[in-house]
């Protein structure tokens, strides 16, 4: 399976544009790319996914790279309910998402 | 409102004793899984079932069964749980492979 590379934490200001970044050098042609992030003591809570073209929703914008190769998960202004793992996910065998050890977000007012 | 269940929410058990989680979704999703989330193992898929009848196993499947009768329901049987069998567990359903995931808030479950 096809591996992500995440910072493991980071830190934003209440407000502010937050971009996280993910490696995944080995991602096939037809992999999506997955974000998913977990609130403490909650679930995993999808935020976004893609193939090739940035998408945006109501959550966050996702930026891929031309060669794919690496991808920004961009929260246009960080609240303090944004503070949680965020997870970048290519999918497995058997459909599994392999969720690693993520990027824990730090949000501070 | 679209949703995935799981029950119980908090289980403590001991050795030995089969116990069932329970998970149920409303929105007919084909695709339902299960995962134990571990300190420093992050989520691990234990079995999935692409639909009625059809389940196959996930990373670590020892220790569990699970059965897929009806398109709402994935129970995860644990027949003798064991106490490294201690985790918080979850339950996700999906459309398809790459499409969005809903997951259940969590059973956290302790085997004594």
């Known amino acids: 399976d096809a591996k992500t590379t995440q910072p493991n934490s980071m830190e934003s200001n209440e407000e502010e544009p937050v971009h996280l970044p993910c490696n995944h050098s080995?991602?096939?042609?037809?992999?999506?790319i997955h974000w998913y992030r977990q609130l403490p003591s909650q679930g995993p809570e999808y935020v976004i996914h893609?193939?090739?073209s940035n998408v945006n929703n109501r959550m966050a914008s996702l930026a891929i790279a031309e060669d794919r190769k690496s991808s920004t998960l961009i929260l246009h202004r960080a609240t303090l309910r944004d503070a949680a793992v965020y997870y970048c996910i290519l999918p497995g065998s058997g459909y599994a998402l392999n969720f690693g050890k993520g990027t824990s977000l730090l949000v501070t007012p | 409102e679209a949703q995935v269940t799981q029950n119980p929410r908090y289980l403590i058990t001991v050795t030995g004793k089969k116990l069932t989680v329970t998970c149920s979704q409303n929105m007919n999703h084909e695709y339902m899984s299960w995962y134990r989330q571990d300190p420093g193992l992050g989520l691990r898929q234990i079995y999935y079932s692409m639909n009625v009848e059809v389940t196959d196993k996930g990373d670590v499947p020892e220790g569990y069964k699970v059965s897929r009768k009806e398109k709402r329901n994935f129970p995860l049987i644990l027949e003798s749980p064991s106490p490294n069998q201690t985790s918080l567990y979850f339950c996700?359903?999906?459309?398809?492979?790459?499409?969005?995931?809903?997951f259940g808030q969590g059973t956290r479950l302790t085997v004594v």
């Open positions: 893609g193939l090739t």
């Open positions: 080995t991602i096939s042609g037809t992999d999506y």
């Open positions: 996700a359903s999906r459309v398809g492979r790459d499409t969005e995931a809903f």
